[in-house]
């Protein structure tokens, strides 16, 4: 009996200790919740609808123009002087322009053979064009299968050059910086640049080059990019809604209003003399493109996007290839805006007008605020406020305004519409990664200058995919679980679950939405799964 007791009274003992942990908890809660609590959720709401609004009239603004330069067809060819280029008898093909096309890469195993050959195809006078492989690969079967490449190539009449360096100093920029020091660069008036999955026809080069020769104050055509893996996979849907806004709205709009928007890195032609005028290629941050593009904007040098030209490439299809990408789109150009907004405001070359473009529009509320508000406010503050009822989140900001930003986005990919809830849950997830990208560049954190090359697949998953499989694809399980996800995924559903039991505002139908997204993406479900072979 006394053994009977003791085991009936200890269960009573660990349940009066969690009463009076519970009780202690809710104390501690009222004591802070109306001086503390209340009024930092309260000032968090404020700042994330100021931010909201912020996106809001930046999209709106976006809209209103794209939809005035589509009515009043105002083009590139309409804007500036284009003339097909044309033979002169007298001076045969010196009446063409020299030109350096770069490509840079590293172990690029899968892609090196479609943008080399891709490259020597390009039209232009033969005598007129110098193709330049920068190869950084460290591997040394990829480095030789490369310059075999090169070697075939060359051995058909193409002026095709490998170069190579000692170190990967400065990744993609010193690579690029490196080429341009060659000694037959010299004679070379402009430069295309394409990345190792970039596939251009034949003819962008009497598409671009015009606009340069007929334009002396232009220093930048882009072209668009044309994805051909965007039906690989859900992941891939996603990516290019997202990068047909940007091309779609964002390039055009900057083109045809402040002849200004950031250099995408591949699938443009720089007058070289821009470019050294500019200072040339640096390596003070991961977006050495949008570096240089801003640079060369703040010299009085104007750029032109060519929407109707578009150049085939790959989106990353595997989650990983694509966190490491955004983390560097993000970061990058939070960094960028630290070290360059006192240059931009000291600049006497450009207008007021064009200041507040680039450093408002451009910097503050497109690579800032759209990263920020979409994690803190819709996965942490919305969230919160089920937990303090006090706060309240008006509809306007909570449903109208996410409703209509995430229309305006959208319809630059009127195929994928369908996919929108999706998209929007997709990018709330990727949100996390992006806010955190954004502080490391503002702050200059650890992993401020990290540098992933993006891994293209090209057409090895179809070869293994067309192989004999393992029943049983290894994996590790660290590559799989994604810590930060599930932790997110973890809080959304427990303010679901609250909101259920206490709340009046019906948010956890959202909260729960996005909690599987998260736990979906945590669990590692989302991109395309390469078996190791």
Sequence with gaps: MDRLSSTTLLPDALQGTRDDISEQLGVVWSQIKAPVIVPLMS???????????????????????????????????????????????????????????????YNEKEVYQLSIGAACGLSWPSDRIIIQVLDDSTDPTIKDLVELECQRWASKGINIKYEIRNNRNGYKAGALKDGMKRSYVKQCDYVAIFDADFQPEPDFLWRTVPFLVHNPEIALVQARWKFVNSDECLMTRMQEMSLDYHFAVEQEVGSSTHAFFGFNGTAGVWRIAALNEAGGWKDRTTVEDMDLAVRASLKGWKFVYLGTLKVKNELPSTFKAYRYQQHRWSCGPANLFRKMVMEIVRN????????????????????????????????????????VPDVEVPRWGAVYIPTIITILNAVGTPR??????????????????????????????????????????????????????????????????????????????????????????????????????????????VGTFVPKS
């Excluded at 020299?98 to 840079?104: A, D």
């Excluded at 995919?465 to 809080?491: D, M, S, Y």
């Excluded at 998260?518 to 669990?523: D, K």
Aim: charged share 20%; aromatic share 16%; proline share 3%.
């Design 43 to 105: 000032i968090a709401v404020a700042v994330c609808l100021a931010m909201s609004l912020m996106l809001f009239f930046e999209r709106v603004y976006l809209s209103i123009v794209i939809v005035l330069v589509k009515l009043f067809g105002r083009k590139p060819d309409k804007r500036y002087k284009w003339e097909p280029m044309k033979d002169d008898v007298e001076l045969g093909s010196s009446a063409y322009p020299m030109v350096l096309v770069q490509i840079p890469m």
């Design 416 to 525: 994928s519409l369908h996919l929108m809830v999706f998209w929007i849950l997709f990018e709330n997830v990727m949100s996390l990664h992006r806010t955190k990208a954004t502080f490391i560049g503002l702050l200059e954190g650890g992993r401020v200058n990290e540098w992933v090359v993006t891994e293209k697949l090209g057409d090895a998953l179809k070869v293994k995919a067309a192989t004999k499989a393992p029943k049983k694809p290894r994996f590790k399980i660290g590559e799989r679980l994604h810590l930060l996800e599930l932790g997110v995924g973890a809080f959304l559903f427990f303010c679901g679950c609250y909101d259920v039991a206490f709340g009046r505002n019906h948010y956890f139908i959202y909260l729960y939405v996005q909690a599987i997204a998260f736990f979906i993406v945590g669990f590692g479900y």
């Design 348 to 387: 006497k070359k450009v207008s007021l007008w064009k200041k507040v473009h680039v450093i408002y529009s451009f910097f503050i509320v497109r690579k800032l605020v759209a990263h920020i508000v979409t994690f803190v406010f819709y996965c942490v503050v919305l969230p919160a406020t089920v937990l």
